[in-house]
């Protein structure tokens, strides 16, 4: 079983829809971060969270230690949203950060 | 407050050259990372550095592969006798603490062997 699942892998969109991303993972962890990286670019970290939400302009970033389980919201998408969204965290005690498989978003004007 | 700087930012080697990639953190940072993309793959974690000390290099493949992070200067990621296969994005990232620190990414470097 992967640690970390996100879904969906891909999600086209229309610009201005509101969008979900989801990352459920298997082991305790104390930090999740959400990483947005561009077709050939670099990445950028977006969020770190260990409890509720955090909110930055039109990205939302939740999280349930409990359900194991975060979400990325996207309100008002724009076509420069379009990158690749990946959450990751610190497994358990180890130094490395396990990385999703990431989520492909393609928001179309 | 320069953010976490690689370069170069594209290095293009033969077969059997080595390469060598240089990973600046952020000021204030000694917690290095490098991370590995292959191409259509995730990011792959290699190596994590604090100032002079090699604190988890288990993603590192055996050989070829080595990691420094010296008192001064960059930390650098040194890849001998380079083969197709090493062609990939290569990501630093640097924190102040170990965990529950905001992770800074450089740019990376993309790696092409021919």
């Known amino acids: 079983k992967n640690e970390v699942e996100q879904s969906p892998q891909n999600l086209t969109a229309q610009e201005g829809e509101f969008i979900t991303i989801n990352c459920s993972y298997s082991?305790?962890?104390?930090?999740l971060h959400w990483l947005q990286q561009h077709p050939g670019g670099g990445i950028v970290s977006l969020f770190m969270?260990?409890?509720g939400k955090k909110k930055h302009g039109r990205l939302i970033a939740t999280i349930n230690i409990q359900e194991k389980h975060s979400s990325l919201h996207i309100t008002a998408s724009h076509p420069r949203d379009s990158a690749v969204y990946i959450c990751?965290?610190?497994?358990?005690?180890?130094?490395?950060?396990?990385f999703g498989t990431g989520t492909l978003l393609a928001v179309q004007p | 407050n320069a953010g976490v700087m690689q370069n170069p930012r594209h290095l293009v080697r033969r077969r059997g050259q080595e390469a060598r990639l240089r990973c600046s953190p952020m000021?204030?940072?000694?917690?290095v990372y490098w991370y590995r993309q292959l191409p259509e793959e995730g990011l792959k974690f290699m190596v994590y550095?604090?100032?002079?000390?090699?604190?988890?290099e288990s993603g590192m493949p055996k050989e070829r592969f080595s990691a420094e992070f010296p008192k001064e200067g960059p930390s650098i990621l040194r890849i001998q006798q380079v083969v197709r296969g090493d062609s990939a994005a290569y990501f630093c990232?640097?924190?102040?603490?170990?965990?529950?620190?905001?992770?800074?990414f450089g740019n990376g470097t993309r790696l092409t062997v021919t």
């Open positions: 000021k204030g940072h000694s917690h």
């Open positions: 550095l604090q100032k002079e000390n090699i604190i988890d």
């Open positions: 990751a965290f610190y497994g358990g005690a180890t130094n490395k950060l396990i």
């Open positions: 082991v305790g962890i104390s930090a």
């Open positions: 990232a640097s924190s102040r603490d170990r965990e529950n620190s905001p992770l800074h």
């Open positions: 969270l260990s409890s």
